[in-house]
C-alpha cells in the first residue's frame, strides 16, 4: 500500500470513529428528551445525527480524493473541494467518479467450500443512499430556530423516528464494504464498526484475490 492509500484509509477510520461517537451523543440527548420533553435536548440529537451523516459524506471522499479534487477542481462554481459540506453534493460529485462509493452493508462472512471468502450484502435495516439523503434533508429543516409565520414543521414526527434513524445508520456501518475504484488501485475495504465506541476495525482489505460480494 501507497503512503496515499495508507492516509487515505487511516483518516476514513477517524471520520467513521467520530461518526460514532457522534452517534452515540445522539441516543444520550435523545433518551434525555425522551425524559424531558425539552425541545433543546431533542435539537442537540438532530444536531449530533447530522453531523454524524456529515463525517460519513467526508469519509466516503478519503478514499478518493485525488480524483475528487481534479473532478471538482473542474467546477466553474465553486472549485475548492475543501469548502464541500453538502453531502448531496459530495454524493453527486463521487458517483461520477465510483459509483460504487456507498458503504455497502453486509451479513457475515461466511467460508464457501472452494476456500474463498463470501460477503453478503444486508438486505434491510440500515441507511440506504437514498435514505441518507432524505434524512440528510430532512434534518437539516431543524438546525435553525423556527420562524413563527412558516408551515409547522412537524418536529414531534422526528422526535419518533429519530432512534430508528440512529439505528440504521449504526447498522450500516456496523460491517460494511467500500470499494476503492482509481487507475492505480482496484480493491475493497471491508470496516467493522464497533456502534459502543472502539476503533473502527479493517478487517480485510482484498485486491485481486479470491473474493466475492453479492450486490443483488
Known amino acids: ?46 444536531l449530533q445525527v447530522r453531523k454524524a451523516l456529515e463525517l460519513i459524506a467526508y469519509s466516503a471522499i478519503a478514499p478518493d480524493k485525488k480524483q475528487y479534487k481534479a473532478f471538482r477542481a473542474g467546477a466553474k462554481k465553486q472549485p475548492d473541494f475543501t469548502r ?25 462472512v461466511e467460508r464457501q467450500p472452494d476456500g474463498s471468502w463470501h460477503f453478503d450484502r444486508m438486505q434491510d435495516g440500515y441507511l440506504t443512499k437514498k435514505n441518507f439523503e432524505n434524512v440528510y434533508d430532512r434534518l437539516g429543516k431543524y438546525l435553525h430556530a423556527h420562524n413563527p409565520w412558516s408551515p409547522n414543521k412537524q418536529i414531534q414526527n422526528l422526535a419518533n423516528d429519530l432512534q430508528g434513524i440512529i439505528q440504521k445508520a449504526e447498522t450500516l456501518l456496523s460491517l460494511h464494504a467500500r470499494f476503492i475504484r482509481t487507475p492505480d488501485l ?28 453479492n450486490k443483488s
Open 84 to 108: 464541500d459540506y453538502n453531502a448531496g453534493k459530495i454524493f453527486s460529485a463521487l458517483s461520477r467518479i465510483n459509483k460504487d462509493f456507498y458503504p455497502l452493508a453486509l451479513v457475515p
Open 1 to 46: 500500500m501507497s503512503h496515499t492509500q495508507e492516509s487515505g484509509q487511516n483518516l476514513y477510520r477517524e471520520l467513521l470513529h467520530e461518526a460514532t461517537f457522534r452517534l452515540i451523543a445522539a441516543r444520550r440527548f435523545h433518551d434525555a428528551f425522551s425524559k424531558s420533553n425539552s425541545a433543546p435536548d431533542l435539537e442537540a440529537a438532530i
Open 186 to 213: 482496484q480493491e475493497v475495504w471491508i470496516f467493522k464498526v464497533d456502534s459502543n465506541g472502539g476503533p473502527p476495525e479493517l478487517v480485510r482489505a482484498v485486491s485481486g484475490a479470491s473474493f466475492a460480494i
